[in-house]
């Protein structure tokens, strides 16, 4: 099983959805730490264009905790219960204050819809499923490939705003 990480304390925490193969290798969630090799060049690893655009934003990366609602990798989804990794993710939202969702299952999870992180990017999300101290927005997944760093790059600066103009 993969740990979150970053520091317990942090006010700000990422959420993605399922770690992959280097993830599991390197035990820990995937925007985490900066990669190069692994056949990605360091510039369209997810981690590093989400390392990259919150600094960018101003937002330290070192002071964010960093997790994925499923805590194993994608094929062992159909062998457990989501309850269990909802559950989860709930006890590390509590412990922050604004949470960034940038992944489908996570979001749906909160909000109980069929609807992606595209129809969500850049909106603070309300649920009942959320605590009610914790500001949560989406993100639409950050892929691979530049096709949607425009997106990506929005909702982390409204993000960044909404951080910012609390402090």
Not at 23 to 30: A, K, L, N, S
Not at 121 to 137: E, Q, R, Y
Not at 143 to 155: K, S, Y
Request: with cysteine.
């Amino acid at each position: 099983m993969l740990s979150p990480s970053g520091p317990i304390n942090s006010e700000i925490l990422i959420v993605g959805d399922f770690p992959d193969w280097v993830d599991i290798r390197e035990g820990t969630p995937w925007f985490d730490r900066e990669l190069s090799g692994y056949g990605k060049s360091i510039k369209t690893r997810p981690g590093n264009i989400l390392r990259n655009e919150l600094s960018r934003a101003g937002i330290n990366t070192d002071r964010v905790r960093y997790t994925n609602m499923w805590l194993h990798g994608k094929k062992k989804k159909d062998e457990c219960s989501p309850d269990h990794h909802i559950d989860y993710m709930l006890q590390e939202m509590v412990k922050a204050k604004y949470v960034l969702i940038a992944a489908t299952d996570p979001l749906r999870a909160l909000l109980g819809t069929e609807e992606g992180t595209t129809d969500w990017s850049g909106l603070v999300l309300k649920s009942k499923n959320i605590p009610s101290k914790v500001k949560v927005m989406a993100c639409v997944k950050i892929a691979t490939a530049f096709d949607t760093l425009g997106e990506v790059r929005f909702a982390i600066e409204r993000f960044a705003e909404i951080i910012h103009n609390d402090s």
